[in-house]
Nanobody, 120 residues
Framework: QVQLVESGGGLVQAGESLRLSCAASGSTSAINGMGWYRQAPGKQREMVAVISRLGSTNYVDSVKGRFTISRDNAKNTVYLQMNSLKPEDTGVYYC??????????????WGQGTQVTVSS
């Protein structure tokens, strides 16, 4: 079992930055892919960014060039640096971790979510 705890959400104005963190505990040695997903009101949850244990990354097109995902394997923590935030980035951001060989696939562990609100 893997437990995930997110932090760093909040209310910002358009153009500002936020940094999300997600700390994993439990069976962390088995984690391969980690990532961030978000869900806006009335919309389906979508992948924002994912990163493999070795540092390969993948982003949804709408955040490329603005968001950066990184991880510290020694601390079992994944980060999401979000710059130039837009109102459409508003939503609940969830941390995700998986133990499968395909790091880009959705994992089976989820955090509780952290709210990000961007005002115009």
């Amino acid at each position: 079992q893997v437990q995930l705890v997110e932090s760093g959400g909040g209310l910002v104005q358009a153009g500002e930055s936020l940094r999300l963190s997600c700390a994993a505990s439990g069976s962390t040695s088995a984690i391969n892919g980690m990532g961030w997903y978000r869900q806006a009101p009335g919309k389906q949850r979508e992948m924002v960014a994912v990163i493999s244990r070795l540092g390969s990354t993948n982003y949804v097109d709408s955040v490329k060039g603005r968001f950066t995902i990184s991880r510290d394997n020694a601390k079992n923590t994944v980060y999401l640096q979000m710059n130039s935030l837009k109102p459409e980035d508003t939503g609940v951001y969830y941390c995700n971790a998986g133990r499968g060989a395909k790091w880009i696939a959705v994992g089976d562990s989820w955090g509780q979510g952290t709210q990000v609100t961007v005002s115009s």
